[in-house]
């Protein structure tokens, strides 16, 4: 669903709620039908609604749509034809609609992108997910489909990119993301070294992603694929075992963001956490890390969402609690690559999205966060409460509205700053002693932190009372698996971060 606003209205109840969903009338199946298309006026209870089911736009056969947004006056759905209830093979469909002002509703149009994918040893074609975003204020748009390009090894999944240039008139041809070879901008190496080296004992031949994706678009018109990325099928394990095709070693599990500066033609990515958990069992209902990704209002800041089981807290090896963890990025014109607005993920909901009963399944994030100023950020979590006594997703839900903010106090940044500089470690990448050099303004007791990509905290060094003045420090990473780890520095409250690569 998305908010739709009529051209030149400043009432928001005179805006509109434009959705999609999947219709239960049986006509493909014992219960399933056709989709179901409509609107609901804010200022009424009155809801407009069409069925999609005639068989000549070939959408009789769909459930859910794989995504759907809006960009200007049009909303966009999108979905992979099944028709009769085959499998897919080789259409991918975009909806957009026009919204009609007589009836309050979107007419739509059906537009068909031949895209055909690779296929199992049964021969079913391999998709999993698929979404389609635009650059704010622009014609540049693109279409990331998960599944299956023949031309890669066998079993493996990548995202397949599609761009336009003039707001989904057109197409380009698709394109396949080589996740073997992405370079992870923080670490000047390959995502397949990264986990190579901090996976002791397997081999690592190849990485596949897992079966969620989302996607935005930021102002300088380049793609965010925010994904799961494990080690594939063909890799094996330190007992010696290989992988089943098209599944993942989610034990070996990474967020990573896979972007590219240069509007799709080139793709680099960066390693945003490493969950401790993968899979959650909410009764009948199952769900992965769930990554969703959103942006400011003018796409010049990006922002990574997913969820995550603390296993310290909750104990076991499922996501059954999981908590939200954000990570920002600012892309802004001139820092193509993107500047981290934080040191590493943070934990948003410090475990209350859950409770101990564990019923309350994975949310949503909307697709824009606001920048509410000072270096604060807000997204927007909603939850669904599954009956307890049941566990049932066909139950009725009840729905909680979590405000996700993200950022610190730009007054105790500045405080921070002006009470000491703290400088980069070298060598950085390290391997056994790395040394920080600091200039110190203001006297106290120091301490510093070395935390990982999740955020533990793996080792502690306290440096004493300094005084004023320039002064070092050293730490020893012999002991640290390879990997990204950022060192704080603390004095009274006051704090600084910087990230170092350890070899």
């Not at 003039?166 to 070294?193: F, I, R």
């Not at 990574?304 to 990025?329: E, I, K, Q, Y």
Request: with cysteine; net charge negative.
């Amino acid at each position: 669903a998305v908010i739709y606003n009529p051209t030149g209205n400043t009432t928001v109840a005179n805006a509109f709620l434009a959705f999609q969903a999947p219709s239960l009338n049986g006509t493909n199946g014992a219960s399933w039908g056709g989709l179901v298309q409509g609107s609901v006026g804010l200022n009424s209870a009155s809801t407009n609604l069409s069925a999609i089911e005639d068989s000549s736009t070939g959408m009789n056969n769909y459930i859910v749509p794989e995504n759907y947004t809006i960009h200007g006056d049009k909303t966009f759905g999108l979905s992979f034809n099944t028709p009769d209830g085959l499998p897919y093979t080789d259409t991918l469909i975009v909806m957009k609609g026009a919204f009609n002002s007589t009836n309050s509703n979107f007419d739509y149009t059906y537009q068909y992108i031949d895209l055909p994918m690779g296929a199992d040893a049964a021969g079913t074609a391999q998709t999993t997910a698929a979404n389609i975003e635009f650059q704010p204020n622009s014609q540049t748009g693109y279409i990331s489909v998960l599944g299956y390009d023949s031309s890669f090894v066998f079993g493996q999944l990548h995202p397949i990119v599609l761009k336009t240039t003039d707001g989904g008139a057109t197409w380009s041809a698709p394109t396949a993301v080589d996740l073997n070879a992405l370079m992870e901008v923080d670490s000047n190496k390959t995502l397949l070294q990264i986990i190579q080296t901090r996976a002791v004992g397997w081999t690592i031949t190849d990485l596949t992603t897992a079966f969620e994706q989302d996607m935005t678009v930021d102002a300088n018109g380049n793609p965010h694929i925010l994904l799961n990325i494990c080690p594939g099928s063909t890799s094996i394990t330190p007992d010696g075992n290989p992988g089943t095709p098209f599944s993942v070693f989610s034990g070996v599990n990474n967020i990573v963001d896979v972007y590219s500066t240069d509007g799709g033609t080139s793709w680099e990515c960066r390693l945003l956490g490493i969950p401790q958990s993968f899979r959650g069992d909410f009764g009948a209902v199952t769900c992965d890390n769930r990554p969703q990704a959103s942006r400011t209002g003018d796409g010049t800041k990006v922002f990574f969402h997913w969820f995550d089981t603390d296993l310290d807290l909750w104990t076991g090896t499922a996501n059954d609690f999981p908590d939200l963890w954000m990570m920002g990025v600012d892309v802004t014109s001139g820092t193509s690559t993107g500047v981290a607005l934080s040191s590493g993920p943070v934990d948003i909901t410090g475990s209350d999205v859950v409770n101990s009963a564990g019923q309350i399944t994975f949310g949503n994030i909307a697709p824009q966060t606001w920048d509410m100023g000072n270096g604060v950020y807000k997204s927007h979590l909603v939850t669904q409460e599954l009956d307890p006594n049941t566990l049932n997703d066909l139950d009725p839900t009840t729905y909680h509205y979590y405000p996700a903010v993200y950022g610190g106090n730009v007054s105790i940044e500045e405080e921070s700053l002006n009470a000491f500089s703290l400088g980069q470690n070298s060598p950085n990448p390290a391997t056994d002693i790395t040394k920080v050099r600091m200039n110190v303004a203001k006297s106290g007791v120091y301490t510093v932190e070395v935390m990982n990509m999740i955020g533990q905290v793996v080792s502690t060094v306290e440096l004493g009372n300094l005084g004023q003045g320039p002064t070092s420090f050293e730490l020893n990473v012999s002991d640290l698996q390879s990997g990204v780890y950022f060192y704080t520095v603390r004095s009274g409250g006051l704090f600084q971060s910087k990230k170092m690569i350890v070899d």
